[in-house]
C-alpha cells in the first residue's frame, strides 16, 4: 500500500486506500493556521490583479527588507524562496554527495531532496516519551557528518528543546565544523517562541529555515526564507531558479509579516486548544506527544500499529496524517492538527465512541 508521503489532499489519500472519498472531511493532516490568512489578504488581493501582468522582483528586496525589519537581522543574511521545500531542495543541491545526517522523526522532505542529490544519509532518532536528543551518540554521529537537518519545534511530534540543548546543538556542529540546518517553519505556533536565526547571520556552520506558509495559512502561494552568513547563502542560492517567487507572493509575505495581531491571535488560541484537547486525551487513555505548536502525535495504547484507528476515522471523514515514512515512528502513532474548535470537536466525539466501541 503506497500512501501519500505528505499530509494534505485527502482524495489522493482516499484513492491509494481504494476508498470512496466521503462528501464531508475534515483535514487534520495539514497544519496551517486554522484562523485562515490575515484578513489583509482578502482586503488586498483585487488589487494586486496588475501585479500577473509584469515579472515579479527577483531579488525580492521589499520582502527582504520586510522580513530583516520584523526579526532583526541584516537584509544580506536572508534568502527567500518558493516556500520551504524550494530551501530544502537548494540546500541539498549544496550538499550534493556529502554525508548527512537527519534528526529523526522528521519531515520526510530532507531524505528525500537529499538523496536525489547523491547524498549518503543516516539518522539520530529520538524516542518517546521523553524526546531525549541523547548528546553523547549525537555528538559522535555529528562528528562523522557533513551536515545535520533538526526540526525544531519537531515536525511530526511538536516538542520544543530548551534553548540549553539547541546552543550546545550548534556548538557541537561547529566544533565539528558541520552545517547545521534548523527547521522553524512552526516556531512561531509556540506560547514561548524559540528562535536561533540571530546566530544564524554570525556562524559559518548555521542555517534557519523558515516558512510563512502555515502560521499565516497561504500553502497555495509558497513563500519562505533562509537566514545565515551571506557568502554561505550565496553558494545556495546559485541553483535558485530566476523570478522563483511570483509576485502575488510577494506581496502577500510583506503583508503577513506586519500584521503581529494574527500571530498573537493564533498563538492564545492554539494554547487554549492545546489544553482542551490534551485534557481529554488523557481522561480518555489516548497517549499524545507534548507538543508546543499547533500539531501533535496521538495514539491508542491498546495497539502498535495505529493503522485501525487511522481507517476507522477516516470512515467518518476525519483525515490523521500516517506516520509510516517517520522513521522512529513508522505507524505506531497518528499525527493531527489542531482545528478549529468545531472540528477539534468532531474528533473528540468520534475518539470517544471509538473508546467506548473497543
Known amino acids: 500500500m503506497q500512501l501519500p508521503a505528505h499530509g494534505s489532499n485527502p482524495d489522493h489519500l482516499f484513492k491509494a ?27 488586498h488581493w483585487q488589487g494586486w ?49 556529502k554525508q548527512v545526517l537527519i534528526i529523526h522523526p522528521a519531515f520526510s522532505e530532507y531524505e528525500s531532496a537529499c538523496r536525489n542529490e547523491n547524498c549518503t544519509i543516516s539518522y539520530h532518532i529520538v524516542h518517546p516519551p521523553n524526546w531525549q536528543l541523547e548528546k553523547g551518540a549525537l555528538q559522535q554521529k ?59 547571520g554570525r556562524s559559518r556552520y548555521l542555517l534557519v529555515l523558515r516558512s510563512l506558509t502555515k ?39 510583506s503583508l503577513c509579516l506586519k500584521d503581529h ?27 499524545h506527544s507534548p507538543s508546543a505548536v499547533n500539531f501533535y502525535l496521538i495514539r491508542d495504547p491498546s495497539l502498535d500499529d495505529q493503522q485501525e484507528l487511522f481507517m476507522y476515522l477516516l470512515r467518518k471523514g476525519l483525515v490523521m496524517r500516517h506516520t509510516y515514512n517517520f522513521p522512529g515512528l513508522e505507524g505506531t502513532w497518528l499525527r493531527a492538527a489542531i482545528k478549529t474548535e468545531a472540528e477539534n470537536n468532531l474528533l473528540m466525539g468520534a475518539l470517544s465512541e471509538w473508546k467506548q466501541g473497543n
Open 17 to 43: 486506500l481504494g476508498m470512496e472519498p466521503p462528501t464531508k472531511m475534515v483535514d487534520f493532516s495539514v497544519n496551517t493556521n486554522p484562523l485562515g490568512a490575515p484578513r489583509a489578504i482578502k482586503d
Open 49 to 97: 490583479l496588475e501585479e500577473i501582468e509584469d515579472y515579479p522582483d527577483p531579488s525580492a528586496l521589499e520582502l527582504k527588507k520586510t522580513i530583516a525589519a520584523h526579526e532583526g537581522v541584516a537584509e544580506s543574511h536572508l534568502l527567500p524562496g518558493n516556500g520551504a521545500s524550494e530551501l530544502i531542495t537548494l540546500i541539498a543541491r549544496y550538499l550534493h554527495g
Open 142 to 200: 555529528i562528528d562523522a557528518v557533513d551536515a545535520v537537518f533538526f526540526c525544531h519545534p519537531n515536525n511530526p511530534a511538536g516538542v520544543q528543546y530548551d534553548r540549553l540543548t539547541i546552543d550546545w546543538l550548534i556548538d557541537a556542529c561547529k566544533q565539528s565544523k558541520t552545517l547545521l540546518v534548523i527547521d522553524e517553519a512552526f516556531y512561531d505556533f509556540a506560547s514561548n517562541p524559540v528562535t536561533f536565526i540571530h546566530q544564524a
Open 215 to 253: 502560521m499565516y495559512s497561504i500553502a497555495g502561494l509558497r513563500l519562505g526564507y533562509l537566514a545565515g552568513r551571506a557568502e554561505l547563502l550565496a553558494r545556495i542560492q546559485i541553483s535558485q531558479p530566476h523570478w522563483s517567487i511570483n509576485a502575488i507572493a510577494l506581496k502577500a509575505g
Open 261 to 287: 495581531q494574527h500571530s498573537e491571535d493564533t498563538r492564545a488560541y492554539m494554547t487554549g486548544e492545546r489544553k482542551r484537547l490534551f485534557s481529554f486525551f488523557r481522561k480518555n487513555d489516548f497517549l
